[in-house]
């Protein structure tokens, strides 16, 4: 989804930091093999997902929806030489996948994958967390939320995608459409927890960054 004219867009994308060659190579291969290509993060939004990571500089990620790996990579070029990314995706068959391009990435070493529902996984984590990046069931959001905010460390970040939702979350509601019903309550919360601040960027599909606030 694109909120901008097509040519400011892509004069945007154009003066932006260029796509590693891997992450190339690993679009390539996901329009080639895997269904739903269109999950990836992409070229422009991954370079925003690194830039953020490397200005925290986390010592401990925690991604919500690895699929592929793509945004996964894009976050673990910030972590610190002795840092941990773990990352969380249900669907089993992309493990091998994920983890022949990590280990071509040089983060391998760094990057744990877990394999499973997230919300029985992230209560087995007995970690804190500086960054956290929510891609994963738009139903199970909020359900998320109410599970790492107590993982994550004062000052810490959450990156949520799709908060903008196809630019869903402005019309009117079609009682059957859960994933946006859940994503707009989702919005909502963001707002108004008190333990966090937080603005959306209009970026693809919507980007929010919320802080954890010092205590």
């Known amino acids: 989804m694109y909120f901008l004219p097509e040519k400011l867009d892509n004069y945007i994308v154009d003066h932006s930091e260029n796509e590693p060659e891997l992450l190339q190579q690993l679009t390539q291969e996901t329009y080639q093999k895997v269904l739903q290509p269109i999950m990836l993060s992409g070229p422009y939004q991954g370079r925003v997902l690194s830039m953020i990571s490397k200005l925290v500089n986390p010592k401990s990620v925690l991604e919500l929806g690895t699929f592929t ?32 391009y990590f280990d071509k990435s040089g983060f391998g070493h760094q990057i744990i994958q877990h394999t499973g529902s997230a919300l029985d996984i992230i209560p087995t984590l007995n970690y804190t967390f500086d960054l956290v990046f929510i891609d994963a069931d738009k139903p199970n959001y909020s359900n998320y939320f109410n599970l790492i905010i107590d993982k994550l460390n004062p000052g810490g970040i959450i990156l949520s995608d799709n908060v903008l939702w196809h630019g869903k979350v402005v019309e009117k509601l079609n009682p059957k459409d859960n994933s946006t019903k859940a994503v707009l309550d989702y919005n909502t919360l963001l707002k108004t927890d008190d333990r966090i601040e937080t603005v959306i960027f209009p970026i693809r599909d919507g980007l929010t960054i919320s802080r954890k606030k010092m205590i």
Not at 82 to 100: M, P, S, W, Y
Request: glycine share 10%; with cysteine; hydrophobic share 35%.
């Open 69 to 100: 790996g793509y945004s996964t990579i894009c976050l673990a070029e910030g972590l610190q030489s002795k840092g941990a990314l773990h990352t969380i995706d249900i669907n089993e068959e992309l493990v091998d996948f994920q983890r022949k």
